[in-house]
């Protein structure tokens, strides 16, 4: 069965830091994809990525990367010099198989406040 | 493009009423969606997942007759929560996918409290 690890429930930086939220993944699947999504306190979520199993390579949107590692079934976030308006939840989410549209689960979520 | 639209925002119902929550694709055919719950601190979790015409597949621990999900039309999908209660009470996602193209978009969210 499909699972998605956060083990960091909150994280707390200074403005300016960089920041990187962990996302471990367990699947039998050889194919599968991986998300990376934003909720702030308005409830909405934002997609930010997905990746898919083949795609090794990392990956880097603005402020945003990152970094897939198959070899530890990680799919980590960094933002880089992080901004007040970066505070939300993010949450890490895993969808098996080949077949579009299989359920997405998702981790417990981490906490990020960026205070000025 | 991939829009939709999640109604109500926000109810609040009296205990023991029923609730329905609306889902629309405005730009697309939704050949599946997804309802997920989250309780204040907490993950997504799914609760079903329903094809156009045909019945829904509900996650396990999910009372099917209490939480009715119609997806009649590929644009459409309804969650009602009957007879609702206090536990009921929760954010409530739509999620919708189209069968030529790969990726998930949600709906706002409903947050409904029962009273």
């Known amino acids: 069965a499909q699972k998605v690890t956060q083990a960091q429930t909150e994280i707390s930086v200074v403005e300016k830091e960089d920041v990187t939220l962990d996302c471990v993944y367990e699947t039998r699947d050889t194919t599968y994809y991986l998300f990376w999504y934003k909720q702030p306190p308005s409830g909405e979520l934002v997609f930010l990525i997905r990746?898919?199993?083949?795609?090794?390579q990392n990956e880097i949107s603005g402020r945003y990367s990152w970094n897939f590692q198959k070899s530890t079934s990680s799919f980590n976030f960094t933002i880089t010099a992080s901004q007040v308006v970066d505070s939300a939840v993010y949450f890490c989410?895993?969808?098996?198989?080949?077949?579009?549209?299989?359920?997405?689960?998702f981790g417990a979520g981490t906490i990020l406040r960026v205070k000025s | 493009g991939a829009v939709v639209s999640q109604h109500p925002s926000r109810v609040i119902c009296k205990s023991g009423t029923s609730v329905k929550i609306e889902c629309r694709s405005l730009?697309?055919?939704?050949?599946?969606m997804f309802w997920y719950r989250q309780f204040p601190k907490q993950s997504l979790m799914l609760m079903a997942t329903s094809n156009e015409g045909s019945k829904a597949t509900y996650e396990q621990g999910v009372e099917k007759d209490k939480f009715l999900i119609n997806h009649a039309s590929l644009t459409l999908s309804t969650l009602t929560v009957t007879s609702a209660h206090p536990e009921d009470s929760s954010f409530y996602i739509c999620?919708?996918?189209?069968?030529?193209?790969?990726?998930?978009?949600f709906g706002s969210g409903t947050r409904l409290t029962v009273v």
């Open positions: 990746r898919n199993s083949f795609d090794e």
């Open positions: 999620s919708a996918r189209a069968e030529d193209r790969y990726g998930y978009t």
């Open positions: 730009d697309f055919q939704a050949t599946t």
């Open positions: 989410a895993l969808s098996e198989g080949r077949e579009y549209g299989n359920k997405l689960v």
